[in-house]
């Protein structure tokens, strides 16, 4: 695979597959499902195999998205914290 990682914190993550690896919260450890709405500090994921969706703090968690079917990138939480358009300006500044 010859794919940036870094790619992904410059997208919305609107309608990408998740699986949360770990959290600070042990509740959502396991998670999967597609993110339908993302906010500055969160991430909103529906879960066919709960039946509903769960808000899940990006920050203290590391998840697993899905970009296509054959590639998955692990992202810390703290680098996605923020809205798409920030997050941009925060890459492009580094």
């Given at each position: 695979m010859n794919f940036k990682k870094h790619?992904?914190?410059y997208r919305d993550l609107i309608g990408l597959k998740i699986k949360i690896l770990s959290h600070s919260d042990p509740s959502v450890?396991?998670?999967e499902g597609v993110i339908?709405?993302?906010t500055?500090?969160?991430l909103l994921?529906?879960?066919r195999h709960r039946g509903k969706t769960v808000r899940v703090p990006k920050l203290y968690g590391?998840?697993?998205l899905e970009l296509t079917p054959r590639k998955k990138v692990v992202v810390d939480g703290t680098l996605i914290h923020g809205r798409p358009e920030?997050?941009?300006k925060r890459?492009?500044?580094k």
């Amino acid at each position: 695979m010859n794919f940036k990682k870094h790619i992904v914190y410059y997208r919305d993550l609107i309608g990408l597959k998740i699986k949360i690896l770990s959290h600070s919260d042990p509740s959502v450890v396991g998670l999967e499902g597609v993110i339908v709405d993302e906010t500055m500090n969160t991430l909103l994921v529906y879960s066919r195999h709960r039946g509903k969706t769960v808000r899940v703090p990006k920050l203290y968690g590391v998840f697993e998205l899905e970009l296509t079917p054959r590639k998955k990138v692990v992202v810390d939480g703290t680098l996605i914290h923020g809205r798409p358009e920030d997050r941009l300006k925060r890459m492009l500044r580094k």
